[in-house]
């Protein structure tokens, strides 16, 4: 079965530091590109971080850039995301997804998502 | 980066009935590079159209995706039970992508 497992949310106090990661299965996870976005209560949709199918090149959003590190094992089909300093912005579920640029594109679209997983920043 | 906006940001409308879910995008949308997503309760979203018009896999032919520049629209030719949700576009076409703020469609 073709899908993305998101797991490691939980509740965390302002400037602390929380893992998550994501199972892949069902695909050859080594050959896509990944990204993580995520989704503030009854909010929208955000991009934060995007890896390459190798781990060669790695973007991050503003908004996280300098606090969160992602990174991929292709050998376990895992995805991660480590996030540092963390505000009571970052509240949010996190979504893994993976990216497919659609040719030459500048970006990327999401074909395949996980459930993901809450993170909640408070004190 | 580029600012998409949706409207109506809700539209309710009857099973049966066609929807019509607009698109704006604040500058022209490289190459067409628009994509669509629909957001059931509780579930992540997932990808209807990309490229403006491109059915995903597995997607009814009642999804309908056109536009170009900075006007896009979704149409659901007849609306079934399953397709009231949240749905959100999202251009690619340069970095950073952006989502727009979603339209609800709900049962009227």
């Known amino acids: 079965q073709v899908q993305l497992v998101e797991s490691g949310g939980g509740l965390v106090k302002p400037g602390g530091s929380l893992g998550l990661s994501c199972a892949a299965s069902?695909?050859?996870?080594?050959?896509?590109?990944m990204s993580w976005i995520r989704q503030a209560p009854g909010k929208g949709l955000e991009w934060i971080s995007h890896?390459?199918?190798?781990?060669?090149?790695?973007y991050y959003a503003d908004s996280v850039k300098g606090r969160f590190t992602i990174s991929r094992d292709n050998a376990k089909n895992s995805l991660y995301l480590q996030m540092g300093s963390l505000r009571a912005e970052d509240t949010a579920v996190y979504y893994c997804?993976?990216?497919?640029?659609?040719?030459?594109?500048?970006?990327?679209?999401?074909?395949?998502w996980g459930r993901g997983t809450l993170v909640t920043v408070s004190s | 980066e580029i600012v998409l906006t949706q409207s109506p940001g809700t539209l309710s409308l009857s099973p049966g009935e066609r929807a019509t879910l607009s698109c704006r995008a604040s500058?022209?949308?490289?190459?067409?590079?628009l994509a669509w997503y629909l957001q059931k309760p509780g579930q992540a979203p997932s990808l209807l159209i990309y490229?403006?018009?491109i059915r995903a896999t597995g997607i009814p032919h009642r999804f309908s995706g056109s536009g170009s520049g900075t006007e896009f629209t979704l149409t659901i030719s007849r609306l079934e039970p399953e397709d009231f949700a949240v749905y959100y576009c999202?251009?690619?076409?340069?970095?950073?992508?952006?989502f727009g703020q979603g339209t609800k469609l709900e049962i009227k």
């Open positions: 997804a993976r990216a497919d640029s659609g040719g030459y594109a500048g970006f990327w679209y999401f074909d395949l």
């Open positions: 069902g695909f050859a996870f080594s050959d896509y590109d």
């Open positions: 890896i390459t199918s190798s781990g060669s090149t790695i």
């Open positions: 500058q022209s949308v490289y190459n067409s590079y």
């Open positions: 490229g403006a018009s």
């Open positions: 999202q251009q690619y076409g340069s970095s950073p992508g952006t």
